[in-house]
């Protein structure tokens, strides 16, 4: 059933006009999918699982660099272009993300010997 902006599905009213409806408001299940998902990201929900599982791969990797731990995360996640190429920039930038927002911690970036 298509939603009305009341809060209910179309076709169904309450007892009483003006009153509460009988049936679950539409934004109660937008924020039970907000629990889940954090946000969206270049067409992926991200949630506090993915988080967690970022955390953790970078925490058993140490050493790895950015552009090597987003590498990992496409491999581990099947995260490929339609041409079947890791998406490993668009990785990159939602670790990156992540990072300045305070969800994860990166380790620091590696400079390029001169």
Known sequence: ?????????RGERSAKKGGPSPCVPILDRLECAVVASLFAYRGRQVSTADIEF?????????????RRLSAKLCQAWNWVQPNGRARDMVARSL??????????????QVSPTQ
Request: aromatic content about 2%.
């Open 1 to 9: 059933m298509a939603a009305n902006y009341s809060g209910g599905l």
């Open 54 to 66: 970022i955390r953790r791969l970078i925490a058993e990797h140490p050493r790895l660099s950015r």
């Open 95 to 108: 670790m990156l993300a992540l990072h300045r927002a305070g969800h994860i911690e990166l380790p620091a």
